[in-house]
């Protein structure tokens, strides 16, 4: 059974660690003018708004559905990806960081359907005002469980309002969490190994049955 701790770090995802982004420690991005609303929060609200609404399908499947399209226009996938795999990226060629990339979507979608199945009754609740770091924003996000228990999440944005991580508790990092993940099937099969890593998982947790009716 998964602990709390698990379960709303469950809902995080992404992928930009301070260290090699050297981008976020530009000069800060201007906050949003008084009266306008702040792009880098309706971005995160379009993706928490998602998770809810994935919460409430039946299973895996649905729930990715759901989560798909939203996650394809908050998320910067294509940087998270290249976090998740590190510096052996720029040694995979072009046409297999394409198939990479477009496995990676998927995956990931997948991987946020499953975990929410531990995650009924969560509600987001999300800080009306982005603070600047480096060139991108920082939004935070206080999620409460099904018993009423609550957990900071911070989402991490570029200069494009695009989410490129998530920290729970300011410390667990989803980008940490896929380089940890990534590396074994890397390392035993390089690209190509990372590549049937993806899309094996995609399908085993898509066919994952939907839970029995209590």
């Known amino acids: 059974m998964q602990t709390r701790r698990e379960t709303l770090r469950s809902l995080t995802i992404a992928a930009c660690l301070a260290a090699a982004w050297p981008a976020l420690a530009q000069t800060p991005a201007p906050a949003p003018a008084a009266g306008e609303g702040d792009p880098a929060v309706a971005t995160v609200r379009k993706m928490t ?3 809810e609404a994935a919460l409430k399908a039946g299973d895996v499947r649905a729930r990715a559905e759901t989560l798909s399209g939203p996650m394809k226009e908050t998320f910067d996938l294509p940087a998270m990806l290249r976090l998740g795999v590190g510096t052996r990226w720029k040694d995979i060629p072009a046409a297999k960081q ?10 990931l979608s997948a991987t946020y359907a499953t975990r929410l199945g531990a995650a009924a009754g969560s509600t987001f609740a999300i800080d009306p005002k982005s603070e600047a770091r480096g060139a991108g924003r920082i939004v935070h996000v206080t999620v409460t469980d099904g018993s009423g228990d ?9 200069a494009d309002n695009r989410i490129t991580d998530v920290f729970l508790q300011g410390t667990v990092s989803e980008a940490g969490t ?4 990534f590396s074994e099937p890397l ?3 390089g690209a190509d190994g990372l590549l049937a890593h993806l899309k094996k ?3 085993t947790m898509l066919a994952a049955p939907a839970p029995k009716a209590k």
């Open 150 to 158: 609550t957990s900071p999440v911070d989402y991490v944005l570029n």
């Open 98 to 107: 394409q198939e990479l990339t477009a496995a990676f979507g998927p995956y």
């Open 187 to 189: 390392q035993e099969g």
């Open 178 to 181: 896929l380089r940890t993940g």
């Open 49 to 51: 708004d998602a998770l």
């Open 201 to 203: 998982s995609t399908e």
